[in-house]
């Protein structure tokens, strides 16, 4: 398996996150409120992992079905935790745990949470969860209109 291929794949995935994430820090800091901190935070540390995977050097760049299992199990993993660290720096759920948890969910688009007053929630973070509700539904279109063909799969 071509670990450094994937690794480079990975990074990338990060940096697109990472970008992803400047419209809630747009909102957060348009509105003076408290997570703007949490979601600078989160770019810059998403922006340096993955600025740092991005540059792993690899000779061989042929995908084959191994490493397209494996890059995409992993991007969902890595996705999801770089996701639910505004949820953590910001102060709004206090574990790990429930972070991922509220992460995955969006990315993920099962819309379940661990929030019992979302409302009460600052509009960064509203428009984060929102986001990867919508992040999360764009990437299984895009994963059955454009993977799973080179599978060859229906």
């Known amino acids: 398996m071509n670990l450094r291929f994937i690794l480079k794949n990975l990074g ?20 003076s409120e408290s997570d703007a901190p949490a979601f600078f935070l ?21 995908l084959s079905g191994r490493e ?12 999801a935790t770089f996701g639910a660290l505004p949820f953590l720096f910001s102060g709004t759920l206090t574990t790990f745990s429930d972070a991922f948890f509220e992460a995955m969910s969006g990315f993920t688009t099962t819309g379940a949470t661990v929030l019992a007053d979302l409302e009460s929630l600052p509009h960064g973070l509203l428009f984060w ?9 764009m990437g299984i279109i895009v994963m059955s209109l454009a993977v799973l063909p080179a599978f060859r799969t229906g």
């Open 12 to 31: 990338l995935i990060l940096l697109c996150e990472g970008a992803l994430m400047a419209p809630s820090l747009g909102i957060a800091l348009c509105l």
């Open 42 to 62: 989160t770019m810059v540390i998403t922006l340096a992992v993955g600025f740092m995977l991005s540059h792993v050097r690899c000779t061989n760049t042929r």
């Open 68 to 79: 397209g299992f494996a890059t995409a199990s992993l991007a969902w993993l890595l996705v």
């Open 129 to 137: 969860r929102s986001f990867a509700h919508w992040l999360g539904g």
